[in-house]
T-cell receptor
Framework: AQSVTQLGSHVSVSEGALVLLRCNYS??????LFWYVQYPNQGLQLLLK??????LVKGINGFEAEFKKSETSFHLTKPSAHMSDAAEYFC????????????FGKGTRLSVIA | GAGVSQSPSNKVTEKGKDVELRCDPI?????LYWYRQRLGQGLEFLIY????????KSGLPSDRFSAERTGESVSTLTIQRTQQEDSAVYLC????????????FGSGTRLTVV
């Protein structure tokens, strides 16, 4: 079984500051890991994914995430926050193999202050 | 189509009525997923289709909820005798496979039961 914990339901950063959104996962099998972003009144958009290749994954809009097996973490970072980054961010996990849908964390709302 | 299309985008219904939510996946996507997102919450898995079969219905909250899919095309989620706790955004997603491709989400149907 898989599960995801996102630390912090709300993160607030200043424009230009580092963005760090935390995600820890639990999986009994090698995982696939994903970050999605949801803007108000929209569906979820894939930011990036880890599928057992490079542990540092680069995504859209300048975001990246690093898979750390020893820490069971997949934190999302961006060096410099932009106002347009304000949104809800979801981490998700699924099994590398097998027939399991994505399991999502509860989400972290990112606010960017001018 | 170019994206995942969901209809209606908004639905207000009276308690006790039945509702049907529709999802039109990306052409060629064999896997289709339904999730529910309550206000301020993460995504709750409901059901998953591979083709027109549903290997995993474990998330359906009660026997008032059912879903079907025609071939590798449109899916409908039906909620019978709606209750106020059914109020949520219902999100549909499709993918090429159940593995590491990630999902493409629709914009959702916002259901309000009054």
């Amino acid at each position: 079984a898989q599960s995801v914990t996102q630390l912090g339901s709300h993160v607030s950063v200043s424009e230009g500051a580092l963005v760090l959104l935390r995600c820890n996962y639990s999986s009994s099998v090698p995982p696939y890991l994903f970050w999605y972003v949801q803007y108000p009144n929209q569906g979820l958009q894939l930011l990036l994914k880890y599928t057992s290749a490079a542990t540092l994954v680069k995504g859209i809009n300048g975001f990246e995430a690093e898979f750390k097996k020893s820490e069971t973490s997949f934190h999302l970072t961006k060096p410099s926050a932009h106002m347009s980054d304000a949104a809800e961010y979801f981490c998700a996990v699924s099994a590398y193999s097998g027939n399991t849908p994505l399991v999502f964390g509860k989400g972290t709302r990112l606010s960017v202050i001018a | 189509g170019a994206g995942v299309s969901q209809s209606p985008s908004n639905k207000v219904t009276e308690k006790g009525k039945d509702v049907e939510l529709r999802c039109d996946p990306i052409s060629g996507h064999t896997a289709l997923y339904w999730y529910r997102q309550r206000l301020g919450q993460g995504l709750e898995f409901l059901i998953y289709f591979q083709g027109n079969s549903a290997p995993d219905k474990s998330g359906l909250p009660s026997d008032r909820f059912s879903a079907e899919r025609t071939g590798e095309s449109v899916s409908t989620l039906t909620i019978q005798r709606t209750q106020q706790e059914d109020s949520a955004v219902y999100l549909c997603a499709s993918s090429l496979d159940r593995g590491g491709y990630g999902y493409t989400f629709g914009s959702g149907t916002r259901l309000t039961v009054v």
